[in-house]
């Protein structure tokens, strides 16, 4: 065998840098409470926004769709792969986002991954926001295409690039995330739509952390700032809000098109499981009639953000229900996540340098539909308690 001891070696660095990820396994379904080795604890670091990973009427409908098509797609979706549930869901996708035609994929980051290069090649160039998702900024690399990355939010240092650098490449892309998942606040699309036109320059928007959240019933940031047909391209996760596992983009009719033929991920990857399709569809369906979950998600936002600042904390300028609690140093913060955990049970992470600058180090609460108002002020008081030991 191989000396393979640079493994130990790996692991070993990263615990003395401090960036080794304790995993913790949870023993229950997500909801406002998980048990974790045995103890159950209030959850507010999960992504499940309005409860969907564990609504009764979704895991019906996907158990209801295993009995009828099974667990698996059986094949690529250029194959034999291609379900009648799979165009059932991008119709109803298309609708939903208000564009033409939709195609689904098997996880958000494949969406990127498989999208982007499509997109744009190596006599092509990208802008790109500063604090995009690791899964757009592998798609980049992916595609070749040279690239630009401009300063967070500034659509300033945007148009700058653009002046500058858009005559680099034959076709050119804006990419950003619509919504920054560590501080919570929301891409300046409204301009961005505007700045793209005058430089002929195709405009993508990663919606992970808009839909469910923003816009009317939850259909995303386009929605949310009355933009629908000003952007090209809108991707989205069906592993947040909506409480499944898969990814989609949006855009024209020749675009999906397009894809179908060249998306790596859709021709060499087996179609999306048909119980996560059929789930992600109850889950629009919800959404759509009536928005009491997303009413209740914004509320129970409000009440946290508000009375942790009344308590003292500052937060980012988060304009959505992500909580990120300033905190600053990294050991005082990690220590407030375990003491939360260990004498609070509360589950909240704690996110430090290298995922956040140093001395910006936080502890990100993730509010959801699910949470009871009592939940809520338990974990301001919770929070308050712990930082008054640890900072005395
Ligand atoms: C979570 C996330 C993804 C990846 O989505 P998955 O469906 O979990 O693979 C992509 N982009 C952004 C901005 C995200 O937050």
């Known amino acids: 065998m191989v000396n393979m001891d640079w493994v130990r070696q790996e692991i070993e660095g990263l615990k003395n840098e401090g960036r080794y990820i304790p995993i913790r396994t949870i023993e229950s379904s997500q909801g406002a409470y998980v048990k974790i080795a045995g103890k159950t604890v209030l959850n507010m670091c999960s992504n499940n926004y309005l409860g969907l990973?564990?609504?009764?009427?979704?895991?019906?409908?996907?158990?209801?769709?295993?009995?009828?098509?099974?667990?698996?797609?059986?094949?690529?979706?250029?194959?034999?792969?291609?379900?009648?549930?799979?165009?059932?869901?991008e119709e109803k996708?298309?609708?939903?986002?208000?564009?033409?035609?939709s195609l689904v994929y098997q996880g958000g980051l494949l969406a990127n991954l498989g999208t982007i290069p499509v997109l744009v090649g190596k006599e092509d160039v990208i802008f790109s926001e500063e604090l995009n998702h690791a899964s757009i900024i592998d798609g980049m690399r992916l595609s070749s295409a040279k690239k630009y990355v401009y300063k967070h939010m500034s659509t300033e240092d945007l148009e700058k690039n653009l002046k500058e650098h858009r005559k680099e490449g034959k076709k050119s892309i804006i990419v950003t995330d619509g919504v920054f998942s560590m501080d919570g606040d929301i891409a300046r699309?409204?301009?961005?739509?505007?700045?793209?036109?005058?430089?002929?320059?195709?405009?993508?928007?990663?919606?992970?952390?808009?839909?469910?959240?923003?816009?009317?019933?939850?259909?995303?940031?386009?929605?949310?700032?009355?933009?629908?047909?000003?952007?090209?391209?809108?991707?989205?996760?069906?592993?947040?809000?909506?409480?499944s596992m898969g990814g989609f983009v949006a855009?024209?009719?020749?675009?999906?098109?397009?894809?179908?033929?060249?998306?790596?991920?859709?021709?060499?990857?087996?179609?999306?499981?048909?119980?996560?399709?059929?789930?992600?569809?109850k889950s629009i369906e919800i959404m759509e009639r009536d928005d009491s979950l997303i009413k209740k998600l914004w509320n129970n936002a409000e009440r946290l953000q508000k009375g942790l600042r009344e308590a003292g904390f500052k937060l980012t300028e988060t304009k959505t229900p992500i909580t990120p609690v300033l905190l600053g140093d990294e050991k005082?913060?990690?220590?407030?996540?375990?003491?939360?955990?260990?004498?609070?049970?509360?589950?909240?992470?704690?996110?430090?340098?290298?995922?956040?600058a140093r001395g910006m180090a936080r502890i990100r609460l993730m509010p959801s539909a699910v949470h009871s108002t009592e939940d809520i002020d338990r974990t301001i008081d919770a929070l308050s308690e712990v930082w008054k030991k640890i900072s005395h």
């Open 332 to 356: 005082k913060t990690l220590e407030a996540s375990r003491l939360l955990y260990e004498q609070e049970d509360i589950f909240a992470s704690p996110i430090v340098f290298p995922t956040v």
């Open 251 to 281: 855009g024209s009719s020749e675009l999906i098109d397009l894809l179908k033929q060249k998306a790596r991920p859709f021709l060499f990857s087996s179609g999306l499981n048909p119980g996560d399709a059929a789930s992600v569809l």
């Open 189 to 243: 699309v409204p301009e961005i739509t505007e700045i793209k036109e005058k430089y002929d320059t195709m405009f993508y928007v990663d919606d992970a952390h808009g839909e469910g959240v923003l816009g009317k019933n939850g259909r995303g940031i386009v929605d949310h700032f009355n933009l629908a047909g000003k952007v090209e391209v809108e991707m989205g996760t069906f592993s947040k809000a909506l409480g």
């Open 93 to 101: 996708l298309a609708e939903f986002k208000h564009m033409e035609a």
């Open 53 to 89: 990973a564990n609504n009764p009427e979704v895991r019906k409908a996907a158990i209801d769709a295993i009995s009828e098509y099974g667990v698996g797609a059986g094949a690529v979706r250029s194959i034999a792969g291609t379900m009648e549930i799979h165009i059932r869901l």
